[in-house]
């Protein structure tokens, strides 16, 4: 059964870290690619980091670049994100997806790139709560 479960997500203080992970099932690991996205109260649903090809380059949306760092662990079907310097505005579920790959050559600053539409299994989200 194709599916992603995340895990990880907790309350901290502002400027704090956390790590949150997505165990996918082999299905989905060996043949799609995986991203992270978070979505606040009353927001849009923004991308935060998408392994967007085969070479498992990470694309991060402007609002975490510097501060959170994506990464995959082959041997356990896992994703990471590894998140340093906590702001009160990072308060989100947070969700990790999958997607067809696109060529290694892609450019993911296009919009298709980071477009959630094209993100077809999603897990059911881990809450991250920054407090000032």
């Known amino acids: 059964q194709a599916e992603l479960t995340e895990s990880g997500g907790d309350s901290v203080q502002r400027g704090g870290s956390l790590t949150l992970s997505c165990a996918a099932s082999?299905?989905?690991?060996?043949?799609?690619?995986l991203a992270w996205f978070r979505q606040a109260p009353g927001k849009e649903r923004q991308a935060v980091a998408i392994f967007y090809s085969s070479a498992n380059v990470a694309y991060y949306g402007d609002a975490v670049k510097g501060r959170f760092t994506a990464s995959l662990d082959n041997p356990k079907n896992t994703m990471y994100l590894q998140m340093n310097s906590l702001q009160p505005e990072d308060t989100a579920m947070y969700y990790c997806?999958?997607?067809?790959?696109?060529?290694?050559?892609?450019?993911?600053?296009?919009?298709?790139?980071?477009?959630?539409?094209?993100?077809?299994?999603w897990g059911q989200g881990t809450q991250v709560t920054v407090s000032s």
């Open positions: 997806a999958s997607a067809s790959c696109l060529p290694t050559n892609y450019d993911c600053r296009e919009s298709y790139c980071y477009n959630e539409q094209r993100f077809s299994v």
């Open positions: 082999s299905e989905i690991y060996m043949q799609y690619c």
